[in-house]
């Protein structure tokens, strides 16, 4: 049974047993307030710390435009938005994903994804497939082309965002361990026009992202995107042994 306990002030504190109660009671050190129900009260009064409010959910009354590279990482990452409160909208623009058929298999992937969850998207419609060959022309390795990389679709995510007036911006590229976060930020940063960039370490929902691809049976592409990529992916050695 438990026993109600209160201070000198009448404030009323954790319950105790029974036990507990009548041997404070048998020392002095507690008086009976009452037998039925069974309280006791203490001869001093005890200060409680103050009751925190929760932290305000981040997300409450914002809309987030959310670049999608792919229908697996966008899962747990719109699933963590919307618990965060946000109104999401997802944003399709990926001109490094190569050949044409792959780039199509993963949007077609991303778009059943949407279906399923009920998420507006923004599907971008040109291919700037050249146009990203030629800004990482002669910048091939690695670190170099996956910042340009970054940017050009960041830039895009946030001129969208500007345009269409959502409060935030920020992309399914955070969930995954393959990407370079620090790098996604810095780029980022270049590439507001005038909206803000929402940063979230994603990477903890990676093996809800399993799951979650699983549930959906959704594509699962083998290598990043990049005709570089892919030939890294399959050969086993970063390109720069080709430059
Ligand atoms: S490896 Fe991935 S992130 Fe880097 S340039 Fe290629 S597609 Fe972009």
Redesign the pocket.
């Known amino acids: 049974m438990a026993v109600k306990v209160v201070d000198a002030e009448g404030k009323e504190l954790a319950p105790t047993t029974a036990e507990k109660a009548r041997r404070l009671l048998a020392q002095g050190k507690a008086e009976l307030v009452s037998r039925e129900p069974f309280v006791i009260r203490l001869p001093y009064t005890v200060e409680l710390p103050e009751r925190l409010e929760p932290e305000p959910l981040p997300g409450i009354g914002k809309r987030i435009l959310l670049h999608i590279c792919c229908g697996p990482c966008a899962t747990y990452t719109v699933q963590r938005l919307r618990e965060q409160g946000f109104a999401v909208v997802g944003f399709w623009y990926n001109p490094?994903?190569h050949p044409w058929q792959e780039h199509e298999q993963r949007r077609e992937s991303a778009a059943k994804l949407a279906q399923e969850i009920d998420l507006p998207v923004i599907w971008y419609g040109r291919y700037e497939m050249p146009q990203f060959l030629r800004l990482?022309v002669g910048r091939e390795k690695?670190g170099q082309?996956?910042a340009l990389?970054?940017r050009m679709r960041l830039e895009r995510t946030a001129q969208m965002a500007t345009q269409g007036r959502f409060d935030a911006f920020t992309t399914t590229l955070l969930i995954s361990p393959h990407?370079d976060q620090q790098l996604i930020h810095r780029e980022s940063m270049a590439a507001r026009y005038g909206v803000g960039f929402y940063f979230e370490n994603f990477r903890r929902g990676w093996g809800e992202r399993g799951r979650l691809t699983r549930q959906h049976d959704l594509y699962r592409q083998q290598y990043?995107?990049?005709i570089?990529?892919e030939w890294e992916r399959y050969n086993g050695r970063s390109v720069e042994v080709l430059l």
């Open positions: 490094n994903i990482v690695p082309r996956c990389c970054y990407q990043c995107g990049c570089y990529s």
